[in-house]
């Protein structure tokens, strides 16, 4: 990127000015979120999308990412655990960068690390797309969490930092019915055009009904240190933490050549 006002040039991703009057300073990041629109309509019911700029609309490509995923990249890094175009959360925070690839994010999450001292709390959303990244303290005490469907599962949690291994996630099992078939009876031979037809209809309408599918379970945390459920958002909605909310940290969605160029030092989160 080039500012107007100097001609600096920015890096990107990292917000460091490479070259002009500016070269070494950094830009301020600002906290955001990836989120599908649906996860972020449910938080924010009468938020505002930004509208399209009419006269660049037809410039606009609705179909980007998938387009610029079977472009070759521009520099690669062989010998490295990942692959040029695995998706990985990255994130920095008081020393080298750390990657998390985004496969084992949506397997294991709620993920519990410890980076460079700090202990953190990855997750991805109840939507499967969306995440957040969270300082994993309650009142200034290192705490762990988990998904509540596993404590009722008597899951038990386990730290995942850099020495230990990470909990996985309960997998659903899809459920099969175990109730005998039901075989539609057959009309007696005697039977007589004129009969009302409202019981075999009703009977058609019986056999073919099924149960309603179960609403999903809402998706909360629980910690281990207060036992307090939290939400997405990373606040606490019931026990002794309630209204309480963790301090969240800036990561970014990238595909791992582009991180890893931009981080030489990242290292990778691993099971």
């Known amino acids: ?33 990836e989120l599908t629109f649906g ?5 924010i019911p009468d938020g505002k ?41 990255g994130l920095q925070i008081d020393g080298p960068a750390r990657a998390y690839p985004w496969d084992t994010l949506v397997k294991q999450s709620p993920v519990v690390d410890r980076v460079n001292g700090t202990p953190l709390l990855v997750a991805v959303g109840p939507d499967g797309k969306s995440f957040r990244v969270f300082i994993s303290r309650i009142d ?27 909990t996985k996630s309960a997998t659903p099992v899809n459920a099969k019915s175990d109730a005998p078939a039901v075989t539609k009876p057959t009309a ?9 037809k409202g019981d075999a209809t009703a009977a058609k309408t019986a056999t073919a009904a099924t149960p309603p ?6 998706w909360i945390l629980l910690d281990t240190t207060t036992a307090s459920e939290w939400n997405f958002q990373g606040c606490a909605i019931s026990g002794p933490s309630l209204g309480k909310c963790l301090d969240r940290v800036p990561a970014l969605k990238d595909y791992w050549f582009d991180w890893r160029n931009y981080h ?4 990778v989160y691993k099971r």
């Open 1 to 33: 990127m080039r500012d107007k006002e100097t001609g600096t040039w920015w890096q990107q991703i990292t917000g460091k000015a490479i070259y002009g009057p500016l070269k070494g300073a950094s830009l301020e990041l600002v906290l955001s979120d």
């Open 39 to 43: 996860e972020w309509k449910s938080e």
């Open 49 to 89: 999308v930004l509208a399209e700029v009419p006269k660049y609309v037809k410039e606009y490509d609705s179909n980007w990412e998938p387009e610029v995923a079977k472009y070759p990249v521009p520099i690669s890094f062989p010998g490295t655990a990942l692959k040029s175009r695995d998706v990985v959360v």
């Open 140 to 166: 200034g005490k290192d705490a762990e969490f988990f998904l509540k469907d596993e404590a009722e599962g008597d899951a038990k949690p386990e730290a995942k930092t850099e020495a230990k291994t990470e």
């Open 188 to 196: 007696p031979a005697d039977a007589k055009a004129s009969e009302p």
């Open 213 to 218: 599918p179960a609403p999903p379970k809402p």
């Open 264 to 267: 030489h030092d990242t290292t």
